[in-house]
């Protein structure tokens, strides 16, 4: 039995015949989208397109659709490329960063179709939470669902949950819950930033470890994830989205943290992370990976990433063992 | 499938080989070129030179020339990859006999102290009646590699079998590729300098400032005093210009010291405490020092300084911040100490590596805390303090520096010769624990005793 019970989704089922390639999918997400309109209507922002028609209040909704990919798996030396620049051991062991690049692409597909209310360019990543049942093999096929739930009402706009399952046969192995922020749309009202990092809180532990990021580490990551974004590729496609410098992907960082667990990670855990301020590249992460083992412990790993001079907060995290 | 004792199968002989009893593995003494500060005076000096010249001034001192020694066993941290039988090419390159073996090991700064105990082990087994035990280190003349991308595109052209195979690997090769790749002090797994994760245990200990420049003062202090006395004549040997150890300031001061700026720990929420003085400096330099049984010794009319009575390895768990990285020694003493029937009061010198001040201060500290001796070294208690005035008494690596593994042979044939006098004096047994701290949270620790 699986530790993990198949989630609420859309009932209506896409099937869609492969895994679609992000790079034709950026493309289509820096096109305009007609839901740019729609943002307007009920954004409080002048975005001075006021007198175009009022869209349907339908087209406000998430789409209710699932989207399905049958039969995924990941290239032996492709995954080989993962775990060296994560550092996970080199192994027939799928790393759970590794499914959530087999799934972002079918998420991707699902937020730029027409359907989709929210921009995808120069949304934020959030958070993420991933749930893994149990240790996932190289060889396994995986059938992929993603769907999107939870719009909400954001401080700064609005967030969205994208939703992946991977299924080995009838037995859901791995599901990732990525929430992302649509900065400046305000489709539902303003809400609050429940749940994201209170940074004025955050004061840094002493660290175990010391992340030295280079120039290229975004592009590095590219390259295994397929995450192409611009604003991880280099400082002048950066610069165009409004950061000083490149960025390191959020889920690399996130990753490698639970990469660096190590041992200390069960078969069965939900991995969580909070992204707060981006790491600029090249750049040093001071990190904090520790683990409550031992007597009366929960045997849950916290870990943190600071920047060492400013003591800003760039994520934290949690990986606790399920089930 | 277990065989029981009466369907053994029979040998030869009726009953098993018979092991022979331990001998004593003594120390007969010790060389070593001085230390220097990287990147001046053995600038141009290779580990190959510095340890065959500690080797011959070793050779020299005992009359070993000709000598078939039983091993030659040493090592170093920063190494060339030609260098794969350094230690055998300084044997060839020196006058011992060349029918004397030899071979490399490596154990981070614990390399010499391991040679030591590897010798003396199999010393006391009676496989080998001498030994030379060393090692060399130079960061001034370290080994600075391609870069992985062009090494693997290198190495899969040198493999290709047709023109078509050899192209498309050079065509892999990218401009990056060309930066080469230098030896770095940080720890793998962590990111974290030495120096920085020595501040984070500080930091977790409460060591001041104070206390890690006393320390240094005193390396600075008893290290000039012994070479004032002529403690060192027939320890080290002058070479490339320097009679001794370029690192060490005889007129150091407290003042000078707590001038200096802090260069570890600075990020840290905790007040920053290390300094390039209390901190020990980047070095180049070999040491070697010779055991034998004592009837080797005997029949070439050679000293005995000392016996090998034990030793110890630990290692820590300091990557998610569980143990200090340098703490392992801590763990090993106890364990020692306790299989040889003693405590720390029945030791007369304690020669503690000093990495950093703050090293041999939260290694102190730790022995003195009841709670962390309960929880982390599973004793009743603390295990107890040690008596500074038998710390470090010839100084020790912040002021003799450290070339990494040159420190153990240079703190055994120091120990050796220090108990030595100690025993002629008091004409009772003396006794030197000794501990050395290494990256990978590993620790190495020894005790000798003087002889008769």
Not at chain 1, 307 to 319: A, D, E, P, Q, R
Not at chain 2, 192 to 208: C, N, P, R, V
């Amino acid at each position: 039995m699986s530790v993990l019970t198949p989630a609420n989704r859309p009932s209506r089922v896409v099937e869609l015949p492969s895994v679609p390639g992000l790079t034709a999918l950026y493309g289509k997400a820096v096109l305009p989208s007609p839901h740019d309109i729609a943002g307007a209507v009920s954004s409080k922002l002048p975005f001075g397109k006021s007198a175009v028609p009022t869209v349907e209040a339908s087209t406000l909704r998430l789409p209710d659709v699932t989207y399905l990919v049958r039969g995924v798996k990941g290239e032996p030396s492709h995954i080989v490329d993962y775990q060296r620049l994560l550092g996970e051991p080199v192994s027939d062991v799928l790393p759970a960063g590794y499914v959530h690049v087999l799934g972002f692409p079918v998420a991707m597909a699902l937020m730029v179709s027409a359907e989709f209310p929210l921009p995808v360019m120069g949304m934020v990543h959030l958070r993420n939470s991933v749930s893994v049942a149990r240790t996932i093999r190289t060889g396994e096929q995986l059938n992929i669902l993603a769907w999107a739930q939870n719009m909400t009402g954001h401080a700064k706009g609005t967030s969205v949950e994208l939703v992946v399952e991977a299924y080995a046969d009838e037995e859901v192995v791995w599901r990732g819950v990525s929430t992302y922020l649509a900065k400046g749309k305000y489709l539902v009202g303003r809400g609050d930033e429940s749940g994201q990092i209170d940074r004025a809180e955050f004061s840094a532990p002493l660290p175990t470890g010391r992340w030295q990021l280079g120039g290229s580490i975004g592009r590095q990551y590219a390259a295994v994830s397929g995450d192409r974004n611009p604003i991880h590729m280099s400082a002048l496609t950066a610069k165009a989205f409004g950061f000083p410098r490149a960025i390191a992907h959020g889920m690399y960082t996130a990753a490698r943290a639970l990469s660096e667990a190590g041992r200390m990670r069960p078969d069965a855990y939900e991995w969580t992370v909070e992204f707060a301020k981006p790491v600029l590249l090249p750049g040093k992460v001071d990190v904090s990976i520790r683990g409550d083992a031992g007597v009366g412990g929960t045997g849950a790993v916290t870990y943190a990433g600071w920047n060492g001079k400013s003591g800003k907060v760039h994520f934290t995290g949690k990986i606790t063992p399920l089930g | 499938m277990a065989v029981s004792p009466e369907k053994a199968p029979t040998t030869a002989q009726s009953s098993t080989v018979q092991s022979p009893t331990l001998k004593d593995a003594v120390i007969v003494g010790g060389n070593r070129i001085p230390f220097a500060k990287a990147g001046t005076k053995y600038a141009d000096a290779s580990n190959q030179e510095m340890f065959t010249a500690a080797l011959e001034g070793l050779v020299a001192r005992f009359g070993l020339q000709g000598e078939t020694i039983g091993e030659v066993v040493g090592g170093s941290v920063l190494k060339h990859s030609r260098d794969f039988n350094l230690i055998r090419e300084c044997v060839l390159g020196s006058s011992l006999s060349p029918a004397t073996p030899a071979f490399d090991l490596q154990q981070a700064c614990a390399t010499g102290l391991e040679a030591f105990i590897t010798v003396s082990n199999k010393i006391r087994l009676g496989q080998i009646d001498s030994a030379i035990a060393g090692g060399t280190d130079t960061v001034s003349d370290a080994p600075i590699a391609v870069s992985d991308g062009l090494r693997k595109a290198l190495l899969k052209a040198s493999h290709a079998k047709s023109l078509g195979q050899r192209v498309k690997a050079f065509a892999s090769i990218r401009p990056a590729d060309f930066s080469p790749a230098t030896p770095r002090t940080d720890e793998p797994r962590t990111g974290l300098s030495m120096g920085e994760h020595q501040a984070i245990t500080s930091a977790k200990w409460g060591i001041s400032r104070e206390a890690q420049d006393e320390i240094a003062l005193n390396s600075h202090v008893n290290l000039a005093a012994k070479y004032d006395e002529g403690f060192f004549n027939d320890l080290v040997t002058p070479f490339k210009g320097l009679a001794a150890d370029q690192n060490m300031r005889a007129d150091s001061t407290a003042e000078k010291l707590g001038s200096l700026k802090t260069v570890f720990g600075n990020s840290l929420s905790a007040p920053a405490t290390m300094t390039a003085g209390n901190s020990t400096p980047l070095s180049d330099g070999a040491s070697t020092v010779l055991v034998s049984t004592r009837e080797w010794a005997a029949q070439r009319n050679l000293p005995v300084l000392a016996r090998f009575v034990d030793a110890q390895t630990a290692a820590v768990d300091f990557v998610h911040g569980h143990e200090g990285l340098l703490m392992a020694p801590a763990h090993a003493v106890p364990v020692l100490l306790k299989r040889n029937g003693l405590t720390l009061d029945d030791i007369d010198f304690f020669e503690i590596h000093e990495a950093f001040a703050s090293t041999v201060l939260t290694t102190l500290a730790a022995w003195e805390d009841e709670e962390y001796c309960r929880t982390e070294l599973g004793l009743d208690g603390a295990l107890g303090t040690v008596d500074r005035a038998r710390l470090n008494v010839a100084g020790s690596s912040l002021a003799a520096g450290h070339p990494f593994a040159a420190t153990g042979a240079r703190i055994i044939a120091t120990a050796a010769k220090l108990v030595s006098q100690k025993a002629a004096e008091t004409g009772k047994p003396a006794r030197a624990l000794i501990s050395v701290c290494a990256a990978g949270g590993l620790g190495a620790t020894a005790i000798i005793e003087s002889a008769h």
